[in-house]
Nanobody
Framework: QVQLVESGGGLVQPGGSLRLSCAVS????????VHWARQAPGRQRVLVAS???????TYADSVKDRFAISRDNAKNTVYLQMNSLKPEDTAVYYC?????????WGRGTQVTVSA
């Protein structure tokens, strides 16, 4: 059974940084596209960053130049480095992997940006 577990969320001041991790078990991450998405209270879940198996990355305009997605296939882990955080980045952050014809989601980690 494939499982994704996010970690690294927390409370940070505006302008601060956090690094989220997504550890995958039950299958190799090497050939999967992986995504980070976020969902703020009362709003829809939206993708913010993606990385393909060939390490091609894409970002939502709202996080471009501030967030960076990366992967470590040896550790079966994907990261989201978040810099220059803003209050509007506050949300539950989820990772998802495209495996075996499915998009498999983790349970999320809360990120709160507040003074």
């Amino acid at each position: 059974q494939v499982q994704l577990v996010e970690s690294g969320g927390g409370l940070v001041q505006p302008g601060g940084s956090l690094r989220l991790s997504c550890a995958v078990s039950g299958s190799s991450l090497s050939f999967a596209a992986v995504h980070w998405a976020r969902q703020a209270p009362g709003r829809q879940r939206v993708l913010v960053a993606s990385i393909t198996s060939a390490d091609t990355t894409t970002y939502a305009d709202s996080v471009k130049d501030r967030f960076a997605i990366s992967r470590d296939n040896a550790k079966n882990t994907v990261y989201l480095q978040m810099n220059s955080l803003k209050p509007e980045d506050t949300a539950v952050y989820y990772c998802a992997a495209d495996m075996r014809g499915l998009r498999i989601w983790g349970r999320g980690t809360q990120v709160t940006v507040s003074a």
